[in-house]
């Protein structure tokens, strides 16, 4: 490849990934300067609503008014960060071309290198007997569904994100065993899937409960106390500090910017079910039946 090609492509990609950069963080701005002021604006209708129902129609206007701009940050911020990953893959890759051109390499990162029997077995060809089949990276681990990923999705680059979302899907996260094994057979890169799976957010690291309980935390449940509800949560499934989900792994805690049941606030969703107008009391009461479903 042309290496001033190459250079062209990085200073390209290089300036759209600090366009990007800039207007998310002026759109981060911005919604941060105007919450207070929105809250303040919901907190002050609601005492009016509270003295004169007349008041209610002009609450709900504005509250419709707040989803909706947070959707549509939440759309535009999506749309950037498509672009955004695009460019990033585009630099990394004009980057890695200029770097091999010069005789080095990116150092692998060290949670998901190699072991040096996995990398013997990159380079040897494939075995055809039927014991091989369903080998494994680790014990415990079968390799075949990444196998058939790989297969299906081809060895490119381009294959990261369908592959990841394949595993996050099948797994409900992505194990470091599967990652190791993507990279052992496609030309994506350690580098390349951390930077990939930390990037979206659709991706998780660490297991799943079996359960997924969103918070609402959009303007009008905030104002509504969805702080207390999240905190009161966390005390009743004995979430540690720093973590989403209980020891049992059954419940995952999530806060999500809105729900789109603004008249409910709080409000929270455990799985496809929506509980409303909660407070820290009553707010455990809607995993009730699934903590008495499961097994001591």
Request: charged share 25%; glycine share 6%.
């Amino acid at each position: 490849m042309n290496p001033t090609r190459v250079r062209r492509a990085a200073r390209i990609s290089g300036g759209i990934i600090a366009l990007c950069t800039a207007i998310l963080a002026v759109d981060w701005a911005v919604a941060t300067y105007r919450e207070p002021r929105d809250e303040s604006i919901v907190k002050h209708l609601q005492e009016e609503v509270r003295e004169d129902p007349e008041f209610a129609p002009k609450l709900e206007a504005e509250n419709d008014r707040i989803t909706a701009a947070r959707l549509g940050r939440r759309q535009r911020g999506q749309a950037i960060a498509w672009i955004l990953l695009a460019a990033a893959a585009l630099f990394l890759t004009a980057v890695n071309h200029l770097r091999a051109a010069r005789g080095l390499r990116f150092v692998d990162l060290d949670t998901l290198k190699a072991p040096p029997a996995a990398q013997r077995r990159k380079r040897m060809k494939p075995a055809t007997n039927g014991a091989s089949a369903g080998a494994s990276t680790e014990a415990g681990f079968d390799t075949r569904f990444v196998d058939e990923l790989v297969a299906l999705h081809g060895r490119a680059k381009e294959a990261a994100i369908p592959i990841l979302q394949a595993i996050q899907t099948h797994y409900r996260h992505l194990p470091d065993e599967a990652l190791r094994r993507v990279c052992d057979l496609t030309d994506i890169t350690p580098a390349e899937i951390s930077g990939t799976s930390t990037f979206y957010g659709q991706f998780r690291r660490s297991p799943v409960g079996k359960h997924i309980v969103r918070v609402c935390h959009g303007t009008a449940c905030h104002v509504a106390g969805a702080r207390q509800i999240s905190d009161e949560l966390r005390r009743h499934l004995q979430i540690p500090e720093g973590a989403d989900t209980d020891p049992k792994r059954l419940f995952t805690l999530e806060e999500v910017a809105c729900l789109g049941c603004c008249s409910l606030a709080p409000v929270l969703m455990v799985d496809e079910h929506t509980a409303g107008r909660l407070t820290p009391s009553t707010a455990p009461s809607a995993l009730e039946d699934l903590e008495q479903r499961e097994p001591a």
